[in-house]
């Protein structure tokens, strides 16, 4: 017989401050609906999706341009149906809206490379790489590929793509040249963002000669930047169109490499709501 006893319930402490339980009760109060708990608050968004739509942005304060008087358009079409068709915003002022000195990203790259940056240092980040991916040709529609492994690099480059209007893809380090080409190949990016190497299970993994076979089997590409995470200044010269992360990106305070401070703002393009965003493989 299957034992169903939850293993952890929440106090009523706990769900009473929860974020969610908060909502809830701005429901209650906008629309007199009865959200009593989780089942009735379900049943309530997908009854009157307008409303709870309406209610969530409101809830969590989305920055935008504008956001319109419709919710829903095209409802009955699937696919076909347009969230807030009015709306202009954009994915990464709403995410870099703090610039304060609370912990935004805490690196910890298995017991190697170890960092922290603050909202305000992310935002500085974000800032000084999204002039450089502009410098470098980069606007609206466009694509930013990355070929890098979970580092504060690859937070810092898909933002700045965002803060542009154009769009990130990524791929994981441990691909194969082939199996990146006919990922990216298809997309065509105009940059790429890779890495000299990563660590696994306390051993470095080497990544420039896979480098130098993607960027010369990609012709759409730019320019190509190259994080450094083994190497503080990794030896990119085989690499066509080559630049590191370090002379175009305000870097996050770990062993990759100085900090450097940009004194330049984000300039966020605001798009509509169904602007891509991401290309996932």
């Not at 002022?93 to 305000?120: M, P, Q």
């Not at 542009?164 to 080409?181: M, R, T, W, Y």
């Not at 010369?216 to 080559?242: E, H």
């Amino acid at each position: 017989m299957i034992d169903r006893t939850p293993l952890w319930k929440p106090s009523k402490a706990r769900i009473a401050a929860a974020n969610l339980t908060a909502f809830m009760h701005s429901a209650e109060r906008r629309w007199g609906v009865e959200c009593a708990d989780y089942d009735a608050l379900h049943r309530w968004s997908v009854t009157h999706p307008e409303q709870f739509w309406t209610t969530l942005w409101d809830f969590a304060g989305v920055v935008a341009e504008k956001r319109g008087e419709r919710v829903l358009a095209d409802a009955n079409k699937m696919p076909g149906a347009k969230w807030f068709p009015d709306a202009r915003l954009n994915f990464a002022e709403n995410l870099l809206r703090s610039h304060d000195t609370a912990d935004a990203l805490v690196f910890w790259g298995e017991d190697k490379v170890k960092g922290r940056a603050s909202h305000a240092e992310l935002y500085r980040a974000v800032a000084q790489t999204a002039w450089a991916l502009r410098d470098m040709g980069v606007g609206r529609g466009d694509r930013v590929a990355a070929y890098l492994p979970n580092l504060p690099a690859a937070v810092v480059a898909m933002l700045a793509t965002a803060s542009i209007g154009a769009i990130f893809s990524s791929a994981s380090p441990d691909f194969g040249v082939q199996g990146v080409l006919d990922r990216f190949g298809q997309i065509e990016p105009k940059v790429l963002v890779c890495v000299d190497g990563y660590w696994y299970n306390g051993k470095p993994v080497d990544c420039l000669a896979k480098n130098v076979e993607v960027v010369a089997q990609m012709p759409s590409l730019l320019k190509t930047v190259v994080v450094p995470y083994l190497n503080a200044a990794p030896a990119i010269g085989k690499i066509a169109n080559a630049v590191g992360w370090n002379d175009i990106a305000a870097t996050i305070e770990t062993t990759a490499g100085p900090r450097v401070d940009a004194q330049k703002e984000v300039i966020f393009k605001r798009l509509a709501f169904d602007h891509p965003l991401f290309i996932m493989f």
